[in-house]
């Protein structure tokens, strides 16, 4: 038997970047014990999703040092997960994901620490994305996916010249596989494209028109919209159909079927009305395996510094042979999730009413008949009649008020814009600051009592 003294250690790679110097380091690299320490003690990432992708960036980043580790994800484990999904066993379906990938990730890597959170993305508050300094995305939804990145860069801000303060910026990692194809993506926000500004990356959504799914159904998918966007509303009125919701995926597939036996067709199964219903691709466990490997070594990148990271999109294709290509897109700055925003300086004594009127006659928005929402927050509505009504009182109050008193701000503004005697609705980004507040001058000021 070798004697175990002489044997390599487990982290005998991870070493090799984190201990010695390079010559594609990060500027402010210091290799050494005190680095892989610290990494292991306060560097906190946050997974999202505990699916194909989830399960081996979870595996990956416990293996790649790091010890606090949290993971969210809404779903339960199926039986149709289990070819992939390597984390989960036949006993586990019917459990939480997020719980049993954590579970099993710590019972084979001492020392890790795994937190896992049982619900939406959406329940979790703002604050709570904040404690962490790397979000990597394991999901399957554009929706999601958007929906983090905003999170994300509402964290951002920008000095007086519009460069990101490095002390707001949080990164995130963002991976996604359908069948032999994946994609790997470093995000800074403020510095590299944020997910939004490269939305045009994803293909449209296949949409059947809707006198064939009523009419002359030809495929499964067609009998799986039928149920899913016809039936469910005869059937339930106004009801919301929650995709999400076991239940109502059930009753979808259950109409499904009995459409399909109508007509002859064959195929309608739960993964399939599944994967129609959420525009979900089939995932194979070998691209998943490449791709987390790929966001794993980013994290590392990031969270250390022991080379310069990814620059800033990589694709992989596995389908015919092997081929690998990393492109480096530019940031938008007009982005309204991650760019500056239009800056706007305004008196504090400015009612709601004063700053929309300024905005019809600024010069670079023009906008007429705003609606103005800050933080989430509905400030003023100009439709439906009901939101008008509920949000008219606000017109009279002062905006510095009702932005909580905070100057360099972002309110978001919708309205109407006229180009070439076209109109058409938009949405606009502004960075709010108040003269005399936090530093405010009184020049370029851009409106008043």
């Avoid at 890597?109 to 508050?125: A, G, L, Q």
């Avoid at 195929?267 to 525009?279: A, E, H, I």
């Avoid at 070998?286 to 790929?294: D, F, G, R, V």
């Avoid at 070594?297 to 969270?303: F, G, M, V």
Wanted: some cysteine; proline content about 5%.
């Amino acid at each position: 038997m070798a004697d175990v003294s002489t044997q390599p250690s487990r982290s005998r790679d991870l070493d090799k970047l984190l201990l010695r110097a390079g010559n594609l380091v990060d500027p402010n690299f210091e290799p050494g014990q005190e680095l892989r320490d610290d990494l292991q003690t306060y560097v906190k990432v946050l997974v999202v999703g505990a699916g194909g992708l989830g399960c081996e960036l979870l595996k990956d980043l416990a293996l790649s040092g790091f010890r606090n580790l949290e993971v969210i994800d809404m779903d339960r484990i199926e039986v149709s997960n289990l070819n992939r999904q390597f984390l989960f066993r036949l006993e586990d379906v019917g459990k939480p994901k997020a719980e049993v990938a954590a579970k099993r990730v710590m019972e084979r890597i001492s020392d890790v620490n795994i937190v896992p959170h049982f619900c939406r993305i959406e329940d979790k508050d703002i604050e709570f994305y904040n404690d962490f300094n790397i979000i990597a995305l394991g999901l399957d939804s554009i929706e999601a996916r958007s929906y983090i990145n905003s999170v994300a860069c509402s964290f951002l801000e920008y000095d007086s010249d519009d460069n990101p303060r490095q002390e707001t910026i949080k990164p995130m990692v963002d991976g996604g596989t359908e069948g032999f194809k994946g994609h790997a993506r470093v995000i800074v926000p403020g510095v590299t494209p944020c997910f939004e500004c490269t939305i045009w990356l994803f293909p449209p959504q296949v949409k059947f028109p809707l006198c064939t799914l009523a009419e002359t159904p030809r495929t499964a998918a067609h009998c799986i919209e039928y149920a899913h966007l016809i039936k469910w509303n005869e059937v339930h009125g106004g009801k919301a159909f929650d995709p999400d919701e076991p239940e109502h995926m059930k009753w979808v597939h259950n109409e499904a079927v009995k459409r399909a036996e109508l007509f002859g067709i064959p195929g309608v199964t739960y993964s399939l009305t599944q994967g129609v219903v959420k525009n979900i691709i089939p995932a194979i466990a070998s691209t998943n395996a490449i791709i987390s490997a790929a966001c794993a070594l980013e994290t590392l990148k990031i969270a250390s510094g022991c080379s310069k990271t990814l620059s800033n999109y990589l694709t992989y294709n596995g389908a015919e042979g092997l081929h690998t290509k990393v492109t480096e897109f530019v940031k938008d700055n007009d982005c309204l999730i991650c760019g500056p925003g239009v800056l706007i300086e305004l008196d504090p004594s400015i009612t709601l009413q004063k700053f929309i009127d300024l905005l019809e006659g600024h010069d670079k928005l023009q906008l007429s008949k705003a609606s103005v929402t800050h933080r989430g927050k509905n400030l003023y509505m100009q439709a439906p009649p009901v939101l008008e009504e509920m949000t008219r009182s606000n017109l009279t109050l002062l905006l510095f008020n009702l932005m909580g008193k905070v100057s360099k701000d972002i309110v978001h503004v919708t309205g109407t814009t006229s180009k070439n005697d076209q109109k058409s609705s938009c949405l606009r980004k502004l960075r709010v600051a108040f003269k005399g507040v936090d530093g405010v001058t009184d020049m370029d000021t851009a409106g008043g009592a």
